[in-house]
């Protein structure tokens, strides 16, 4: 039997280095097909800024809560670990499922699809093109990485460098259009906010800062030799959700200022249609191109990290031998791979069949802010079971920040639900077989 103790990672990756994985994995999951969603439910410019900032306090509080959880507990399983220790072998199993059946393969086709929204603007396949292009994306991001390669640090400095040019790029435009006098493309004010509108446009919110949590997996790793590693799993987590928050708050006043709350809410790739607007369509197809790049370079690292929570998980549980199998000679678990490829084709399948991203945004959203929910209470909860735990780092305001997180996290759960749809139906329904494959398979003795 596999001995998970006869190896263990090493303290190697520096702070900014994990701060620029970090927004390399948040900034090319959402930004660039988030915004026209949040434009049409929140209504106004004023809201729209105003969702933004509060997406980025919300992820804040959690960074804060994760810093506490992940340098009292440091191990390469994350929130899955830590999950464990609060609530038992079972609910870590079904957060390791949702992972698995939902959250990661969910986020692999959703980006899918902001790479075939963006690139069916280059190359038109008519009105399936974008799920076409994504189920293309989708299976050869999979063999790709079922080839065991492996890329150097230079490499994702070099990537993630480009997605935050990009990002700057959309401010240049429409700091050009204002020096041209070009007014936006739409004069429109949009519409009243409401409640609802609000709740449902901070999913999309959240949804583009979603992956910052993953940073967690790296705590075993993470080195900072002035002030210890701990205070450098602190420093990354809050460095990498600030950045992200003053660069999304760039993007969307330059698509604002381009587009107008209406063009911007009307438009399925509106990066592209402000560059194009700006420079020409020339440039648009090339920030088309720019941001399937940066999609494609989610998509990796999501499958990475997915399929090693998911071989974590399962070689804990009897009865899931095939997806807990390590492949020695490529260095990847090859066949936890091939099944987070294989149910993240489905999930494309499901986007394509009821309204493509939209629809995988109510199949996630859900399920993620559950579990959100329950590492905020993780912070009380593993504080009155476990009060001896060393804990280098201790959430401020305690316990009035975690149960504002867990507050939070809770509304946007009851958001996501507030118009339940397909997605939401099907992604509730997995949870369930979740459970029942939690109550079948047992811990490894």
């Not at 959250?103 to 690139?119: E, K, P, Q, W």
């Not at 994504?134 to 065991?148: D, E, H, Q």
């Not at 949590?213 to 993470?222: K, N, R, V």
């Amino acid at each position: 039997m596999h001995d998970p103790h006869a190896a263990a990672p090493t303290r190697h990756l520096s702070v900014p280095y994990v701060i620029f994985i970090a927004v390399g994995m948040v900034v090319g999951a959402g930004i660039f097909k988030s915004p026209a969603l949040v434009a049409e439910n929140a209504g106004s410019v004023w809201a729209v800024y105003g969702v933004w900032i509060l997406g980025g306090l919300i992820s804040l509080m959690g960074a804060l809560c994760y810093g506490e959880l992940s340098t009292a507990y440091p191990s390469p399983g994350g929130d899955y670990h830590f999950l464990t220790k609060a609530y038992g072998p079972s609910f870590g199993f079904s957060f390791a499922w949702a992972r698995f059946s939902i959250i990661n393969t969910g986020s692999i086709a959703l980006l899918g699809f902001v790479i075939g929204d963006y690139l069916n603007l280059v190359w038109s396949l008519g009105p399936h093109g974008p799920a076409l292009f994504a189920l293309v994306s989708v299976v050869v991001m999979t063999l790709f990485n079922l080839r065991g390669t492996n890329g150097g640090k230079g490499a994702d400095y070099a990537i993630t460098s480009l997605e935050v040019i990009g990002l700057l790029a959309l401010a240049a435009a429409a700091a050009w259009l204002v020096i041209q006098a070009i007014p936006p493309s739409t004069t429109g004010t949009g519409h009243s906010p409401d409640a609802a509108g609000i709740g449902y446009a901070l999913v999309f919110v959240l949804l583009a800062f979603g992956g910052w949590s993953e940073m967690s997996t790296l705590s075993a790793e993470i080195k900072n030799p002035k002030n210890g590693p701990e205070q450098g799993m602190v420093q990354a987590l809050l460095g990498s959700v600030v950045i992200i928050t003053l660069l999304y708050l760039i993007a969307n006043w330059a698509l604002l200022r381009g587009l107008g709350i209406e063009g911007l809410a009307q438009s399925k790739a509106p990066a592209a249609d402000l560059m194009a607007r700006a420079f020409g369509p020339q440039a648009g197809i090339v920030l088309a191109i720019a941001v399937a790049a940066a999609a494609i370079t989610s998509i990796n690292g999501t499958i990475i990290v997915g399929a090693r929570t998911t071989f974590a998980a399962a070689r804990e549980r009897t009865g899931l031998n095939w997806i807990a199998s390590w492949d020695g000679k490529r260095g990847i678990p090859a066949n936890a791979i091939i099944a987070q490829g294989s149910v993240s084709i489905g999930l494309v399948v499901l986007g394509a069949t009821y309204q493509g991203f939209a629809t995988l945004v109510d199949y996630t959203a859900p399920v993620y802010w559950a579990f959100l929910t329950a590492s905020g209470l993780a912070v009380i909860v593993l504080r009155r079971k476990m009060p001896d735990q060393p804990r280098p780092f201790k959430v401020p305001l305690y316990p009035i920040l975690p149960l504002a997180f867990a507050i939070s996290s809770a509304l946007m759960l009851w958001s996501s639900l507030n118009y339940v749809k397909v997605g939401a139906l099907f992604g509730l329904a997995v949870v369930g077989v979740g459970i029942i494959l939690a109550a079948i398979t047992k811990p490894q003795k």
